[in-house]
């Protein structure tokens, strides 16, 4: 069974920066397509990024502000968010294939 653990959420100002991280148990992000989703209140998850080994596919909403990146040697895949917006608040959660982490929650407000 693998476990998946995100870490880097919190309070964040309007305009600011957290990178997220997601540890998995085993050596699974070169086998699959790793993916950073968010829930907000009241609404559907989305899908914010993804990476496989072709490349990298985001959200229309965070282009040019989010990135998603992998190191397999640490078995962990991170999503770097810059110029967050108060809508960028929502708990997010790392997916690889189907499994899930609990999630970490990032709050963007002045």
């Known amino acids: 069974q693998v476990q998946l653990v995100e870490s880097g959420g919190g309070l964040v100002q309007p305009g600011g920066s957290l990178r997220l991280s997601c540890a998995a148990s085993?050596?699974?992000?070169?086998?699959?397509?790793t993916g950073w989703y968010r829930q907000a209140p009241g609404k559907q998850r989305e899908l914010v990024a993804a990476?496989?080994?072709?490349?990298?596919n985001y959200a229309d909403s965070v282009k040019g502000r989010f990135t998603i990146s992998t190191d397999n040697a640490k078995n962990t895949v991170y999503l770097q968010m810059n110029s967050l917006k108060p809508e960028d608040t929502a708990v997010y959660y790392c997916n690889v294939w189907a499994w899930w982490g609990k999630g970490t929650l990032v709050t963007v407000s002045s």
């Open positions: 085993g050596s699974i992000f070169s086998r699959y397509v």
């Open positions: 990476i496989t080994s072709g490349g990298t």
